[in-house]
């Protein structure tokens, strides 16, 4: 049997969605998971459980494997590269995947071929911080009020869900994001009507697809809903983010799905926020309201196969992220939002709830937007335990 | 965790398929697997290995499971009844299932409720096929020649995919069926049309959805194609077809999904040929073409679950079966499939190719039929290897 063996590091609900996506194509899942009780683990039968950034394991791991890709961002660059050195398919390769690790590296690289950028540069300390304002305040950029605060500061490494991300007012306020002892990078707060996110996926021999440019509603620090396609999105905007997000995954060699997180500006400019080179949470509307989920098309670039399909199946698709909340159960939810919508999509990780973790999403999709997107809200609201009816 | 567990008795791409469309929604599977490269076992992390014939087996399995179900019908319903005895949650229920296992019980049943089925009786031997026969001869039926002949036999239990099935035109030619000590039923051979699929899901509260009804092409006995809608069926027979098949799950208390395989007579009438209580070939389609799935349905009514929309999602949707050819590597075509039809839906077993096994399908869906079905059919050909452009 000639089918090839993917090896998924890491055991989160994006490996147990692209399991999923791979079971119909025949091919063999082999994990790397922390524990065995991992929301991929749960269902994948070919599972290691160990540390992905110990390079004996990783090596151990990839010996059974045709091909390896990622469910996080955190495996250490020089362990890919060393094992790309040694023969092993890394896909997306670790001279790629640096940009999604590495805000600076990222900022840098996008800042060279041309991609928009909110203003940026690497601080060395708070007072640093306050003259990257005073420079915002002198010249151009988005910052209300015009005196160049506040600011966003991030380490290079290590953020997500809105983790190592501050926006600081002060000078004072800056001293945090330093005690890491991870390099700092400072943007100006991009004044914003909204986020979008231009999915891309590509294949080790150039092949690319595009998905519908889309909506991202932030809560908190993390993602909420998102609406595809972009409600009222000027075609040559939408153009110019699918043609941006292509030239990033082309200029970086991107292979698999690349999520470009965008922000369109009050005066109708796109600006890009952050880089993924994964399957993305601003894509997973893909597994109901698009032809080819972007699970599938990154196992099919990953495999250098032919990519599907990217276009919409239905006019909307809203996709609302369930967060744990007050119920522990999960579960008792599903007789109400099943009966109440029989066309509602429920996509579960299998994860313990914690409050405000992610544990699952639901789908809706249809002609009617704003049902849609009650349909969506309601169910993932009941579901979390905030409404009760 | 409250999620239930569903324990899947048998280990083939019925049960593969029915945990891909489990994994979203956060249950949790258990399989019992004849081998650990059983299709579904390849894929299914609780994995255990034992046979399904032995009652401790069987009971040990269930243990672990809120409620079992089923991948084929061969699990003897003696043991079913046990296991239902001592509380086991058995779905579809042995009272149920023997419909689907004996063919003897299924047509009395059917007779006794008034669902139209072809002539038939069980038959002792040869000579009481000729009786038989001559039966039809004398009075009405489909048989063409008038003769009565040729005559269907099936043993009552045991037939799949054309296995313990003959078509016999004389006494001389009605040996062999006896040889396996079974009963054997005789029906009149149907002068049919074409053969329809009429498939429902109910629930154990009595919740129940109908899909759309779908012609099904048979080669050599086994299921070749399946159009989704039947084309040119007239909406009064479609209507009848639908009806019968949810009389016939609530007359029987079917659990899950029922598959009613149907002749569509030369007159315009449809008679009953065979039933599965399980997700069936006649509805692979749904996985694409439909707002959800038998699988994901079947799954639902199993936890007694509300039902999920059974509606199509595209005006045709049409399945090819991919049978095993000469080529043992299933994996080399996928680079032309793919490229040829970028919304072609694969999906493979897992399972090793062996002449005329069923090792996957394949489904397509738009709005033109004969384009719909030209990509399925070369899809699944170029897999097969009968052609090689």
């Known amino acids: 049997m000639a089918f090839p063996v993917i090896g998924m590091v890491g055991g989160g609900q994006l490996a147990r969605m692209t399991h999923e996506a791979g079971i119909p194509l025949g091919i063999r899942f082999r994990l790397l998971s922390d524990t065995p009780q ?35 961002e955190h495996v250490p660059t020089e362990h890919l590269r060393a094992l790309e050195a040694e023969g092993v398919k890394v896909r997306p390769g670790p001279d790629a ?7 600076g590296v990222m900022r840098a690289r996008l800042t060279e071929i041309g991609v928009p950028c909110p ?33 966003v500061l991030k380490t290079v490494r290590g953020g997500y869900d809105g983790k190592g991300v501050w926006v600081v007012r002060s000078a004072a306020e800056a001293a945090e994001p330093f005690r890491a002892g991870v390099p700092v990078l400072a943007e100006e707060k ?76 009050r005066d109708g400019r796109i600006l890009v926020n952050e880089l993924a080179m994964r399957p993305h949470n601003s894509g997973h509307w893909t597994q109901d309201g698009a032809v080819t989920s972007q699970f599938a098309n990154h196992l099919r670039a990953v495999l250098d196969l032919p990519l599907g399909d990217p276009r919409p199946r239905a006019p909307w698709t809203v996709m609302v992220n369930v967060l744990g909340g007050d119920y522990p159960d999960m579960y008792q939810g599903y007789p109400h939002c099943m009966a109440r919508d029989p066309q509602l999509k429920i996509h579960m990780y299998g994860k313990d709830v914690k409050p405000g973790r992610k544990v699952g999403h639901v789908n809706t999709y249809g ?7 009650e349909r969506a809200a309601h169910a993932a609201a009941y579901l979390r335990g905030t409404i009760t009816e």
Chains 1, 2 share one sequence.
């Open 119 to 151: 203003r940026h540069r690497i601080v060395a300390d708070p007072a640093d911080v306050a003259r990257f304002a005073a420079e915002g305040a002198a010249g151009e950029g988005d910052a209300p009020g015009g005196d160049g605060w506040p600011v």
């Open 97 to 103: 995947l640096v940009h999604a690790q590495d805000k």
């Open 38 to 72: 991992d929301s991929a683990a749960q269902v994948v039968n070919d599972v290691v459980v160990g540390d992905y950034r110990d390079l004996d394991t990783l090596r151990a791991f990839a010996r059974g494997c045709d091909v390896i890709t990622f469910d996080h």
């Open 190 to 265: 991009v004044d914003f009507v909204r986020e979008l996110a231009a999915n891309v996926v590509r294949s080790p021999h150039g092949q690319a697809v595009a998905y519908p440019v889309v909506e991202s509603v932030q809560v908190d620090g993390v993602c909420d809903t998102v609406i595809a396609p972009a409600p009222d999105l000027p075609g040559e905007l939408s153009g110019q983010a699918q043609r941006l997000a292509l030239t990033v995954a082309r200029e970086l060699d991107v292979t698999g799905h690349l999520a470009v997180e965008l922000f369109q500006t």
């Open 367 to 373: 002609d009617d937007l704003a049902d849609v997107r």
